[in-house]
């Protein structure tokens, strides 16, 4: 079974930063494409950045220029720099990792989801 948990949501001012870290779990030999979605109240679930096992990186226009997608592929992991946060950005925050697959190339996930993490921008 693979799970996926964040860390590192909280409360900013606006113009703060955060950084959130996703971390897999599980048999895991592999995963594709990560990536970051969000959900304010009444909204959504929106993109926000999405990174391949390769390192291409992909971005809402809404972030680009302020947010950061990297990852660790020896540690299965996905992380989100988060600069100049704007009260907009004010969401919950998800993890998602596509393609996940064991030792043998088994398919562990297609796509699996984190919980979410809270990320609140106010003054």
């Known amino acids: 079974q693979v799970q996926l948990v964040e860390s590192g949501g909280g409360l900013v001012q606006p113009g703060g930063s955060l950084r959130l870290s996703c971390a897999a779990s599980?048999?895991?030999?592999?995963?594709?494409?990560m990536g970051w979605y969000r959900q304010a109240p009444g909204k959504q679930r929106e993109l926000v950045a999405t990174?391949?096992?390769?390192?291409?990186?992909n971005y809402a226009d809404s972030v680009k220029g302020r947010f950061t997608i990297s990852r660790d592929n020896a540690k299965n992991t996905v992380f989100l720099q988060m600069n100049s946060l704007k009260p907009e950005d004010m969401a919950v925050y998800y993890c998602?990792?596509?393609?996940?697959?064991?030792?043998?190339?088994?398919?562990?996930?297609?796509?699996?989801w984190g919980k979410g993490t809270q990320v609140t921008v106010s003054s």
């Open positions: 599980g048999s895991i030999f592999s995963i594709g494409a």
């Open positions: 998602n990792a596509r393609d996940v697959r064991s030792s043998l190339g088994y398919l562990l996930g297609d796509s699996v």
């Open positions: 990174i391949t096992s390769g390192g291409s990186t």
